[in-house]
């Protein structure tokens, strides 16, 4: 009889731990660890356990808010439950080798403020259905495989702060409708396949501090608006093939992009104040 009472403590002591958590919730991240090998992560899961003891896993008011997985060896291919996570404000995924292409899903976490894929193996193009995270603020996609245009629902993200795509086979032309992203601070696309002239609407995003389009083959001028950006302080053009070679500039306090001669490929270091 006490052994039995002792089991069912135990049973209830359990489905008490996961009571908090809806089951969709549990299921979308037993899901994520099933699908990227959670048997080989350098830190696992014990899925016995009450979900906020979950490495990497933040809880609040009873749902899931943040992953942050980086460096932890995740394998495999992100699952499209991964969607169902819609109270998810932040994930971090970067240095892992995950493969196979961003789920549209994704789409589905409208909370989300910060996307952070970096440093993996995704292939395929960028959802467009990521145009609909209005309260997205930083997107982190560079060192992936992405292929095909940036899509045009991304300049649709008009809360979003940095957007980093840089070290990807990203081809097409910069979408002119970057104006609209008017909170952006930084902006890599180098080293990609890009072409086309540098957009002219980039002047109109007044807050800009880091601009990074080199390794493109991208063609034409550096455009003369670009001096009204008063908080620019890194800005690499090199190795496309525009009409002049410009020196990349790193600092606080640069000289005006328009003062900068042509020249080769070398950076130029600011010091900082």
Known sequence: MKTLKLIAICFLTTAYSFANISSTEKDALIALYNSTSGDQWNTRWNLNTDIDTWYGVTVENNVVVEINLPFNNLQGELPKEIGSLSNLKKINLGFNKISGVIPSSISNLKELTSLELFMNAFEGTIPSELGSLKKL?????????????????????????????????????????????????????????????????????????????????????????????????????????????????????????????PTSTAVLDIEKE
């Open 137 to 261: 603020e930083s997107l982190k996609l560079y060192s992936n495989k992405l292929s095909g245009n940036i899509p045009d629902s991304i300049m649709e993200l008009s809360n979003l702060k940095e957007l980093l795509l840089g070290s990807n086979f990203l081809t097409g032309t910069i979408p002119t409708d970057i104006y609209a992203l008017s909170k952006l601070q930084k902006l890599s696309l180098m080293d990609n396949k890009l072409e086309g002239e540098i957009p002219v609407e980039i002047a109109q995003l007044t807050d800009l501090e880091e601009l990074l389009l080199s390794s493109n083959n991208l063609t034409g001028d550096l455009p003369i608006e670009f001096m009204s950006l008063t908080k620019l302080s890194t800005v690499m053009v090199s190795d496309n093939n525009l009409n002049e070679e410009y020196i990349s500039v790193s600092g606080r306090t640069p000289p005006g992009i328009m003062e900068i001669s």
